[in-house]
C-alpha cells in the first residue's frame, strides 16, 4: 500500500472514531454550558454552518444562525425547528456589510445580552477542481480573512465574562498552512516573518494580503511565492490562521473571567457548495471539530489549529 493509499486508511479510520465520539453525551462535570449560552454562527443557513448550528444546539446551547440573506435564515431555523431544536434563532448578516455587523450588534446586545460562543464559518471559494483563478481574488480575501477579522473585533467586547471563558473558531483550512508539505507559501523572507510568534502583528498579516491583491492586479502574481493551488482561498485562510495566533497571544492578557480562548480548524474537504458537493467529507463530520472546540471543557488551549480533534502544525 502507497503513502496515498495509508493516509486516506488513517483518515478514514479517525473519521469512524469521529463518528463514535460523538454519539457519547458529554458528562455534567463536562458541561460548562447552559441553555442561557448563546453561540453565534456566521453563515450558518447551508452546509458546515448549518450543521455546526444543529449539533450546537443538539448539546443545549443557545444558537444564533446568522444569514447574508435574511428570507434563508428564516428558512433554515424552521428546518433545525421542525427536527425539535427550539433554541435557535437568526439574524441577518452580511461580514462584508459594517453597517450590517454593527446592526447585529445592537440587535444581539439588546435581546441576548452578549454572546459566549462565536463561530466564524462564513466564506467563499470559487475555483473547483484543477481551476486556480484568481479573478475573484478581492471578494475572496474581503469576505474569508477581513470579514472574519471584522467579527472578531465586533464581538470581542460582547463577549460575556466567565469563568469558563468566551470561545472563538474560526473555520480555515489546510491550504493555509505555513508548513504544509503540499500547497506551501514558498516566499522564505514572508513565511519567517509568520512563523514568528513573537513580532507577528497584524500588519505584517494585512501586508501580505496586500501585496498578494496588488500582485493580482498587476498580473505578477504567478512569480510572488504563492501557494500554487486555490492560490486566492489558501493566501485568505493562511491570513486567518495567522490572525488567529496573533489575536491568541493578545487575548491571553485578559483578566480571569474576561478570558476569551480563539482556534482555527480545517473541516476537510466537506461536501458543500463550496467545494461544489465534491468533497469526501460528510457535512457531519466537517462541522464537528468546531463543535468540539466551542464546547472544550476546562481547558485553556488557544492560538491552535486542529483536524478531525487532533492539533496540527501551522
Known amino acids: 500500500m502507497g503513502h496515498k493509499e495509508k493516509s486516506k486508511e488513517r483518515k478514514e479510520k479517525r473519521l469512524q472514531e469521529i463518528s463514535l465520539l460523538r454519539t457519547i453525551p458529554y458528562a455534567d462535570h463536562q458541561r460548562w454550558w447552559s441553555k ?42 424552521k ?33 441576548y445580552g452578549g454572546l459566549d460562543i462565536l463561530v466564524n464559518n462564513a466564506g467563499v471559494n470559487f475555483n473547483f477542481g484543477s481551476d486556480n483563478s484568481v479573478e475573484n481574488a478581492k471578494l475572496v480575501i474581503e469576505t474569508n480573512y477581513y470579514g472574519t477579522k471584522r467579527m472578531i473585533q465586533a464581538m470581542i467586547p460582547l463577549m460575556k465574562s466567565s469563568s469558563a471563558g468566551g470561545r472563538i473558531v474560526n ?66 485562510k493562511l ?44 457535512v457531519e463530520d466537517g462541522a464537528d471539530s468546531g463543535v468540539w472546540l466551542s464546547l472544550l471543557p476546562d481547558q485553556a488551549i488557544t492560538g491552535k489549529f486542529f483536524a478531525e480533534r487532533r492539533e496540527i502544525n501551522f
Not at 449560552?37 to 448550528?53: C, D, L, P
Not at 433545525?80 to 450590517?100: F, M, P, R, Y
Not at 519567517?192 to 505584517?204: A, G, K, N, W
Request: hydrophobic share 35%; charged share 25%.
Open 79 to 111: 428546518v433545525l425547528q421542525e427536527g425539535g431544536i427550539q433554541d435557535v434563532a437568526c439574524h441577518q448578516l452580511d461580514i462584508l456589510d459594517t453597517s450590517s455587523i454593527n446592526q447585529f450588534c445592537e440587535w444581539l446586545k439588546e435581546n
Open 239 to 282: 491570513a486567518v490562521n495567522s490572525y488567529t495566533r496573533f489575536m491568541a497571544k493578545k487575548l491571553s492578557e485578559r483578566p480571569d473571567g474576561e478570558k476569551i480562548y480563539i482556534n482555527s480548524y480545517c473541516p476537510g474537504w466537506v461536501k458543500t457548495a463550496l467545494t461544489g458537493y465534491a468533497g469526501s467529507v460528510s
Open 36 to 77: 442561557e449560552t448563546i453561540a453565534v454562527v456566521t453563515g450558518g443557513n447551508r452546509g458546515i454552518g448549518f450543521e455546526i448550528s444543529r449539533q450546537l444546539a443538539d448539546h443545549g446551547v443557545t444558537v444564533i444562525l446568522t444569514s447574508r440573506d435574511a428570507s434563508v435564515g428564516v428558512e433554515s431555523i
Open 171 to 236: 473555520v480555515s483550512s489546510r491550504l493555509g498552512r505555513l508548513n504544509g508539505k503540499r500547497n506551501r507559501l514558498e516566499n522564505e523572507a514572508l513565511r519567517e516573518q509568520l512563523s514568528d510568534e513573537e513580532s507577528l502583528s497584524e500588519e505584517v498579516i494585512d501586508g501580505m494580503v496586500s501585496t498578494f491583491l496588488q500582485q493580482v492586479e498587476d498580473g505578477s502574481w504567478k512569480s510572488g511565492g504563492w501557494p500554487p493551488t486555490f492560490t486566492d482561498y489558501s493566501v485568505s
